[in-house]
């Protein structure tokens, strides 16, 4: 009983952390505040996380914070893993591009990274920067030169793709966050789905020509 309180309290605190940034941001996470939030001692935040920013941690990694490496591929790892180049890397900016348009909270806390650097935005930032290499690491980078899916002439290495992968992370974080407040982009129509459609229709395309030259 013992071990499924502390794993109900430890839900109860980090799901607290994800309530109380919707509703107040980062100005309104104090260990009080979260403590009453979940209806739980503060003393339980250090014994089980060891303060504040222990808690902050955990809910990057545990809580829906950031997409998870099962979501980015589609649901399915090893299908993704067996697809080719364009295909993982079309899939990934679609799944991108949908996880972060579900995650109002994660947005706020993005445009909040960079206007209120502290030890809590910045607990979040090393989560979310540690989940992008190691998702990379997994099942991008590589000898993509072996696998006959890029002609001799346009050889891409892994610093290269990698390079390639963060500028396309960085598009789409920021026009993501830009529809939250700003309707059109060149344009495009960040408000409705049709307009991310053809966003990710033109995504695969420019994938597909740098992938089969």
């Known amino acids: 009983m013992k071990i499924r309180d502390k794993h109900l309290t430890r839900k109860r605190l980090i799901a607290s952390v994800g309530s109380l940034l919707a509703k107040k941001g980062f100005k309104g996470i104090g260990v009080n505040a979260v403590a009453r ?26 809580g829906d914070f950031w997409p ?46 960079m206007s209120e650097r502290n030890e809590l935005t910045e607990e979040l930032e090393a989560v979310r920067e540690s989940s992008m290499v190691e998702f990379f690491n997994m099942f991008l980078a590589g000898p993509l030169e ?32 830009r529809s939250r407040s700003i309707a059109l982009y060149g344009g495009l129509d960040l408000s409705s789905d049709s307009g991310w459609q053809r966003i990710e229709q033109a995504m695969a395309k420019m994938i597909e020509a740098m992938t089969r030259g």
């Open 68 to 113: 998870s490496a099962l979501e980015l591929a589609g649901g399915d790892l090893r299908a993704f893993a067996e697809s080719s180049l364009s295909e993982r890397l079309s899939a990934m900016g679609k799944n991108f591009i949908r996880a972060l348009r579900q995650r109002p909270v994660t947005c706020e806390i993005m445009v909040w990274e």
């Open 146 to 177: 072996k696998k006959n899916e890029v002609p001799d002439s346009q050889i891409l290495s892994a610093d290269d793709l990698q390079a390639i992968v963060m500028l396309m992370g960085a598009a789409i974080s920021y026009l993501v966050l």
């Open 37 to 62: 939030e979940a209806g739980v001692d503060k003393v339980l935040i250090y014994r089980y996380f060891g303060g504040l920013s222990g808690l902050i941690a955990a809910y990057g990694r545990e």
